[in-house]
């Protein structure tokens, strides 16, 4: 069965903290995403990589980095936490083939106070 | 930039009955993506549609994507609790990325 694995399913951080998502696959996928889901907005692509240490950015990029060292790990990076990064975020994978969709991990919900 | 739009926002069905999402994208479909969310937790992948005209089945789910290839439609039959959940869809929008809806929530009540 494959896998995507969030580190954390809940989290708590302070206002200006440097705060590390970490996302796990076990699927030799080549594709991987970050995006945050908020009510009323959806879910937003922050950053994307197709490749080790290739990244893209998404749509809402600002105030986050990503890190791809490794094919099957891609960590998000909040550099300066503010209150409104206050979150769920969802990572997923993606085969590099046509007709494959994400596979989403269990998502991770940031509170920043 | 594509836009998916889906409606309604939120539905109530009693147990038992029939109800329709719908799924309205502002350019051409070429890969449409259903997907199931429970609260609080990831996306669970339902269907993939990508010729007009096709409609797939799974349980009591069916999803079709319309000829024109413009709106998807999300069909549960005879409901029951456990379908439950924000349904989501998703569309092919370059760079290998999807571009989501904002989810319909629904409901279903004993």
């Known amino acids: 069965d494959v896998k995507v694995t969030q580190s954390s399913r809940y989290l708590v951080k302070r206002t200006g903290e440097k705060v590390f998502l970490e996302c796990v696959q076990d699927?030799?996928?080549?594709?991987m995403f970050w995006y945050r889901q908020d009510p009323g907005l959806g879910l937003r692509l922050i950053y994307f990589?197709?490749?080790?240490?290739?990244?893209e950015k998404g749509d809402i990029p600002e105030g986050y980095s990503v890190s791809r060292e490794k094919k099957e790990r891609f960590s998000l990076i909040l550099e300066s936490a503010s209150t409104n990064q206050t979150s769920m975020y969802l990572c997923?994978?993606?085969?590099?083939?046509?007709?494959?969709?994400?596979?989403f991990g269990s998502g991770t919900r940031l509170t920043v106070v | 930039s594509q836009e998916l739009e889906q409606s309604p926002q939120s539905l109530i069905v009693q147990e038992g009955k029939n109800l329709t999402i719908n799924c309205t994208s502002s350019k051409t479909l070429y890969g449409l993506y259903w997907y199931k969310q429970k609260y609080g937790e990831g996306l669970i992948f339902l269907m993939m549609l990508q010729k007009g005209g096709e409609e797939k089945s799974h349980e009591k789910i069916t999803a079709k994507l319309d000829e024109k290839k413009q709106q998807s439609s999300l069909h549960i039959t005879a409901s029951q609790p456990s379908h439950a959940g924000i349904y989501l869809c998703?569309?092919?929008?370059?760079?290998?990325?999807?571009?989501f809806g904002k989810g319909t929530m629904l409901l279903v009540s004993p």
């Open positions: 990589s197709y490749d080790v240490k290739m990244k």
């Open positions: 997923a994978t993606r085969r590099l083939a046509p007709n494959y969709g994400y596979t």
């Open positions: 699927m030799d996928h080549e594709n």
């Open positions: 998703g569309a092919d929008s370059g760079y290998s990325t999807l571009t």
